[in-house]
C-alpha cells in the first residue's frame, strides 16, 4: 500500500565518504524493506525537476550542483507509517540539530551536504519513486 512506502536517495556527500554501506545497515535494522533500488547520477535537468519545490529558494543552484556532482543510491522502502519513521530515522535537515543515532548525525556533514534525503508526505513518496522507478523495478 502507497501509504507504507517513502523514497530516499543516499546522497554524493554520503557516497563519497564510504557510507553507503553503513546508511543501508541503518536502513534495514530499522525495519525497512528496499522494495528498489538503483546506483545512479542525476544530470542537472533530472535534479531541477526533482528540486523544482525549491526553485525559488537562494541555495537551489548550490543544491542542484551538488546533488549531479557524483552518484547516489535512490531506493524505495516500505514498512508501516514509512514517512514518519524513515524521517525519524535520519534526523534534522541539519545534522548539527539531528538526534544522537541518526542517519544523519553519523554521516552527514552540513545542512546542504546532509548525506540522505527522505520524502516528507505520501503524496510525495509516491511523486518521487515514480520519478527514478517504473512499475517493473519494484517488487
Ligand atoms: P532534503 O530535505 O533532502 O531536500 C532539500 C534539500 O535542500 C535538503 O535536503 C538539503 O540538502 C538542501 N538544503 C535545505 N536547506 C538548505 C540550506 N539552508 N542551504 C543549503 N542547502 C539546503
Do not use: C, W
Not at 76 to 95: C, H, M, Q, S, Y
Amino acid at each position: 500500500m502507497i501509504t507504507n512506502r517513502t523514497f530516499t536517495m543516499i546522497k554524493p556527500d554520503a557516497v563519497e565518504n564510504g557510507h553507503i554501506g553503513g546508511i543501508l545497515e541503518k536502513i534495514s535494522s530499522a525495519g525497512f524493506k528496499i522494495v528498489a533500488m538503483k546506483y545512479t547520477q542525476l544530470s542537472t535537468r533530472d535534479a531541477e525537476a526533482f528540486y523544482a519545490v525549491h526553485s525559488e529558494r537562494p541555495f537551489f543552484g548550490e543544491l542542484v550542483e551538488f546533488m549531479t556532482r557524483g552518484p547516489i543510491v535512490a531506493a524505495i522502502l516500505e514498512k508501516d507509517n514509512a514517512v514518519e519513521d524513515f524521517r525519524a530515522l535520519i534526523g534534522a535537515t541539519n545534522p548539527a540539530e539531528a538526534a544522537e543515532g541518526t542517519i544523519r548525525k553519523l554521516f552527514a556533514t552540513s545542512i546542504g551536504e546532509n548525506a540522505v534525503h527522505g520524502s516528507d508526505s505520501d503524496e510525495n513518496a509516491a511523486i518521487e519513486g515514480a520519478f527514478h522507478f517504473s512499475g517493473r523495478e519494484i517488487f
